[in-house]
């Protein structure tokens, strides 16, 4: 059974950091993409990026681009999101996702979901 379990989030200032992480298990990640979304109260769940296993290759919504990072640990079947130059309007629920690489718009399948972690970035 596949278990993906996102941790990190808090209450961090405007222009701060914050990195969250992403713990998967159950399965060989190996030939699976894992991406993040977001959601802010009221508005629809948001892909933020996503990160190709086999390979790194990463992908990122034109509004992160620049200050969010996706990278990998292999060891620890773990992503990562470092989140620099943060926004009042990054607050948000941030959840981890995994299935494999696709055409869509994401491009990978969001066949496995993590809880959530909630961010909250202070003006």
């Known amino acids: 059974q596949v278990r993906l379990v996102e941790s990190g989030g808090g209450l961090v200032r405007t222009g701060g950091s914050l990195r969250l992480s992403c713990a998967a298990s159950?399965?060989?990640?190996?030939?699976?993409?894992m991406g993040w979304f977001r959601q802010a109260p009221g508005k629809e769940r948001e892909f933020v990026g996503r990160?190709?296993?086999?390979?790194?290759?990463?992908f990122y919504a034109d509004s992160v681009k620049g200050r969010f990072t996706i990278s990998k640990d292999n060891a620890k079947n773990t992503v990562y999101l470092q989140m620099n130059s943060l926004k009042p309007e990054d607050t948000a629920v941030y959840f981890c996702?995994?299935?494999?690489?696709?055409?869509?718009?994401?491009?990978?399948?969001?066949?496995?979901w993590g809880q959530g972690t909630q961010v909250t970035v202070s003006s």
């Open positions: 996702a995994a299935g494999y690489p696709d055409f869509s718009d994401y491009g990978f399948r969001t066949d496995y």
């Open positions: 159950g399965r060989t990640f190996s030939s699976y993409a």
């Open positions: 990160i190709i296993w086999s390979g790194g290759s990463t």
